[in-house]
Structures are given as C-alpha cells and as structure tokens.
C-alpha cells in the first residue's frame, strides 16, 4: 500500500523547513528513503528532519563516511550509499539492526530497498526545469501500513 503527494520549495531554507515539518510526524523505526539527482536538495532535506528531531550538531552528506550518527531527543542515523558499489554492501551495513532505535535517512536509498523494510517513506527531490536554481519539486510516498500518521506525512507542509 502507497500513497504519494507533491511539494514544491523555492529556497534551501524552504527544504529544510519541508523536512523539519515532516519530522513532527517521525518516530524511532521510522526509514526515510531520499532520491534525486547530486545536488537535488537531498542533504538539505535530511538537515531540516535531523533538527525538527532536535539534533543540534551540524548535519552533513556522509557521502565519505557512509554513516553519520547523530544524538538527540530522537537519535538520528543517516546514510548516503553513493559510493557503494552492490546490494550486498548495503546488507553489510546491518541497517536493519539499528533501525528499530532511531530514525534512519537513506541518501541515494532507490539503489537499496531491497535491503531496507518495506514500510518507509520515499522522498524523489527534482530540480523544477522551468524554475530558478532553488525552486525543488519534493515527492513524498509513503510505503507500507502507516495508518492514521500516514495522512499526516502527506498532509505536511512548511
């Protein structure tokens, strides 16, 4: 079962501001799947949910790292599988293990959802072609049974 809505944010900030929004919705468990193009607005994006969770250290892409752990009220774990190279390497990472513990963002997460649980939350972030260089078209589904918070993922807005 999916359902999916559309978003548009016309600044970095309003990226932020779209992920901070959906983290009200977030509980520990929760996966958030982020795709789109190298620069789309991805990292923005996951900034906006870290901090609406209440991380107050800097959140960066850990396109080097792969994993980057941060703490707060909600920990947050976020991913960035660019440079991973199979599906394999993915499941070597044990997601599965940590998820249950905090909030989990997958950058370049399409290559991995055949490792990920089947309830999660994929965002497609697109530049809009025919808007200026910070106008983004966010595309929010929801995956799997959320019940009643399901209605208010696709209802968020910054």
Known sequence: MSATTTRTTRSVAGTRALGAALAAHLAPGDVLVLTGDLGAGKTAFAQGVAAGL????????????????????????????YRLGSLQEVFDLGIEETVDERVTIVEWGDVALDALPS????????????????????????RGD???RGAAILAVDA
């Open 54 to 81: 209440g991380v107050t250290d800097p959140v960066t892409s850990p396109t080097f790292t792969i994993v980057q752990e941060y703490a707060g009220p909600v920990p947050v774990q976020h991913l960035d599988l």
């Open 119 to 142: 309830r999660l939350i994929v965002v497609a972030i697109a530049l809009e072609p025919a808007g200026d260089d910070d106008e983004r078209s966010l595309t929010i589904t929801t």
């Open 146 to 148: 959320w019940g009643a």
